[in-house]
């Protein structure tokens, strides 16, 4: 399945970190050929790419795609080895439906 993105936002968002084409499809997983295609509008890239570029550029896919005009991220990543005990939170609630979140969230509001 293909998305379509928003060519100008793509490219914008690469200058913006400084890369180049070619270290901006390292950063992806994808050649430099098939990214400088993506910028060049001639290939668009599948949802799974697109997720990819989402999370190596930091920001939001609607914004990619031009669903939104907001760059904010929909998403976090927690490193394991950078924040282990994050992670260990982020695993322990992994189960948790939206209920016990729910009393998880107001149970630490409560003491805030």
């Known amino acids: 399945m293909q998305s379509e993105i928003n060519i100008e936002h793509l490219i914008s968002i690469r200058q913006e970190r400084g890369l180049t084409q070619s270290e901006a499809a390292e950063l992806i997983g994808v050649s430099q050929p098939a990214y400088q295609r993506y910028e060049a509008g001639v290939r668009n890239p599948s949802v799974q790419i697109v997720n990819e570029m989402a999370k190596a550029f930091n920001v939001s896919v609607s914004y990619l795609t031009s669903k939104s005009k907001i760059k904010t991220p929909d998403f976090i990543t927690v490193d394991k080895n950078q924040e282990p005990l994050l992670f260990s939170i982020v695993e322990q609630c992994r189960d948790l439906d939206d209920k016990?979140?729910?009393?998880?969230?107001n149970y630490f509001k409560d003491r805030s």
Do not use: A, E
């Open 100 to 105: 016990q979140l729910r009393n998880l969230m």
